[in-house]
Every structure is written in structure tokens, then in C-alpha cells.
């Protein structure tokens, strides 16, 4: 066998590598920068999760009354607020008049159900809401129990408050162009977003 011989029998073989290698490293580099964005944006946004007293008609209905009244309040806590460790710390701070917002109109509607507001983080699934798309990850968040807490929850974004009608700010008021576009334009970012929540449900099944 000759030396031209050999280059063609080896070349092939060593440029497949070659670029199958040069994907892989780009592929990384690219998820790295998307995990990146993902975990900056976790940092960036309060959540909200509620929990119905169980899955009847009443109790759902229940659950979205108290979730009006409470986005409603803290939208006007938040008013001033220009940052989520700001808006967190109202919430710390005013963690027993939330929860007695929401008792209040639990008992309002003829219930007895205690109520429970607590701060916590938590894992959330990827949300695709009307206009944007929050990835999945470990988030900081209100979290308000109804009762029992056995029926089926709500969620959103308490900070900025995007979940009240008369929200005055909008998803990308909290995050950078970068991030806004990821969120917005989810379209070209779907198998990404959804490596992203693989990724998160190993870590948090895991208790990472």
C-alpha cells in the first residue's frame, strides 16, 4: 500500500471525527450558554404557586379568587420595586398580612379552610404562558395552600407582576435583551428548553 493509498483510506475516517467532535464542543458551548441564561433567569423572577383545598368545582374556584386577591395585593406592594430580591423582601416582610388576605377571602366565600403562605424554593416544569416561555429550574417563590392543599395548583410570576390584568409590566422589564429573547422567541429555542427541564427533573429528582 502506497502513501496515497493510506491518506485516502485514513482521511475520511479522521475528518468524520473531526467534525462530529467540532458539533459535540459546539453543541456544549451552546447549551452552556443557554444553561447560563436559564439559571440567570431563575435569579431574576419571583413565582407564585397555589394550592386548592382539592380538585371539586368549588374548591377550583376558590383557588382563583384567592389568587386574584393576592396578585392584586402584591402588585401594589411591588409598585416601587426594581429588582426580585427587592420584591422578596416585601414578601418576607409582609408574609402574614398575604396569608391573612387569603384567609380572609376563604372565610368571605363561606369556608372554614385555613390557609398557609410560606416563601420557598422550588422546582418548576417549563410554563409556556400566552406571550413568552419560562424554562424549567429551581425557582423562589410565594407558595399559599388552601385547606388540605390535595387539589390541582396554579402558577405564574409574582414578580414582575405579569399575572393581574392590570400588570403594567411585562416579562422583560426583570430580564436582560439576552433573556427577553430567549423567553420570547421560544419557538427557536424548543429542544433546548426542553434538554434544559430533562436536565432540571434528573437534578431535582436527585435533591440536587
Given at each position: 500500500?502506497?502513501?496515497?493509498?493510506?491518506?485516502?483510506?485514513?482521511?475520511?475516517?479522521?475528518?468524520?471525527?473531526?467534525?462530529?467532535?467540532?458539533?459535540?464542543?459546539?453543541m456544549?458551548?451552546?447549551?452552556?450558554?443557554?444553561?447560563?441564561?436559564?439559571?440567570?433567569?431563575?435569579?431574576?423572577?419571583?413565582?407564585?404557586h397555589?394550592?386548592?383545598?382539592?380538585?371539586?368545582?368549588?374548591?377550583?374556584?376558590?383557588?382563583?379568587?384567592?389568587?386574584?386577591?393576592?396578585?392584586?395585593?402584591?402588585?401594589?406592594?411591588?409598585?416601587?420595586?426594581?429588582?426580585?430580591?427587592?420584591?422578596?423582601?416585601?414578601?418576607?416582610?409582609?408574609?402574614?398580612?398575604?396569608?391573612?388576605?387569603?384567609?380572609?377571602?376563604?372565610?368571605?366565600?363561606?369556608?372554614?379552610?385555613?390557609?398557609?403562605?410560606?416563601?420557598?424554593?422550588?422546582?418548576?416544569?417549563?410554563?409556556?404562558?400566552?406571550?413568552?416561555?419560562?424554562?424549567?429550574?429551581?425557582?423562589?417563590?410565594?407558595?399559599?395552600?388552601?385547606?388540605?392543599?390535595e387539589?390541582?395548583?396554579?402558577?405564574?410570576?409574582?414578580?414582575?407582576?405579569i399575572?393581574?390584568?392590570?400588570a403594567?409590566?411585562?416579562?422583560?422589564?426583570?430580564?436582560s435583551?439576552?433573556?427577553?429573547?430567549?423567553?420570547?422567541?421560544?419557538?427557536?429555542?424548543?429542544?433546548?428548553f426542553?434538554?434544559?427541564?430533562?436536565?432540571?427533573?434528573?437534578?431535582?429528582?436527585?435533591?440536587?
Open positions: 500500500m502506497n502513501g496515497k493509498e493510506i491518506v485516502k483510506r485514513v482521511c475520511p475516517g479522521l475528518v468524520m471525527k473531526a467534525v462530529c467532535c467540532g458539533l459535540a464542543l459546539s456544549i458551548f451552546t447549551l452552556t450558554g443557554f444553561f447560563g441564561g436559564c439559571r440567570d433567569i431563575e435569579s431574576r423572577l419571583l413565582r407564585f397555589i394550592i386548592a383545598n382539592s380538585d371539586s368545582r368549588e374548591d377550583q374556584q376558590l383557588k382563583m379568587l384567592v389568587r386574584d386577591g393576592v396578585t392584586e395585593y402584591t402588585d401594589q406592594l411591588f409598585r416601587q420595586c426594581a429588582s426580585k430580591e427587592q420584591a422578596e423582601r416585601i414578601t418576607a416582610d409582609n408574609l402574614d398580612n398575604i396569608n391573612s388576605k387569603a384567609q380572609q377571602i376563604v372565610y368571605s366565600r363561606g369556608y372554614d379552610y385555613k390557609t398557609e403562605a410560606c416563601l420557598t424554593k422550588m422546582h418548576f416544569d417549563t410554563r409556556v404562558y400566552d406571550d413568552f416561555t419560562l424554562p424549567a429550574g429551581e425557582y423562589d417563590a410565594l407558595r399559599i395552600t388552601i385547606g388540605r392543599g387539589g390541582h395548583n396554579w402558577w405564574c410570576v409574582l414578580y414582575p407582576g399575572c393581574v390584568s392590570s403594567e409590566k411585562n416579562i422583560g422589564s426583570a430580564l435583551d439576552g433573556e427577553t429573547d430567549m423567553v420570547t422567541n421560544s419557538d427557536r429555542y424548543v429542544i433546548r426542553r434538554l434544559v427541564e430533562w436536565f432540571e427533573d434528573i437534578r431535582s429528582s436527585l435533591g440536587l
